[in-house]
């Protein structure tokens, strides 16, 4: 069965740091690009960073320069640093894969950002 489980969000006061972490399973992971996405209340979902299968990340503007995706192919597991988070980065932040074709996304870990 193919799964992503994320964990590791939380309540973090502005300019705080908070990292991320998706495991996944049942295909393989290191062959395949993996995603952040967030959904901040009453908006769409947006694209937040990938990964390559070959390890190149990228982030999206918003978070230039304040996160940091990263991939440990032996751990299954893909990870998002944040730091100098905003309260503005409050969102469900969700791991993502596109798995033969399957739209695969993790069920969610939630980012509160407030003092």
């Known amino acids: 069965q193919v799964q992503l489980v994320e964990s590791g969000g939380g309540l973090v006061q502005p300019g705080g740091s908070l990292t991320l972490s998706c495991v996944a399973s049942g295909f393989a992971f290191s062959s395949y690009w993996m995603y952040w996405v967030r959904q901040c209340p009453g908006k769409e979902r947006e694209l937040v960073a990938s990964m390559s299968s070959g390890g190149d990340g990228r982030v999206f503007d918003f978070a230039k320069g304040r996160f940091t995706i990263s991939r440990d192919d032996d751990k299954n597991t893909v990870y998002l640093q944040m730091n100098s988070l905003k309260p503005e980065d409050t969102a469900t932040y969700y791991c993502?894969?596109?798995?033969?074709?399957?739209?695969?996304w993790g069920q969610g870990t939630q980012v509160t950002v407030s003092s």
């Open positions: 993502r894969a596109v798995v033969r074709g399957n739209d695969i």
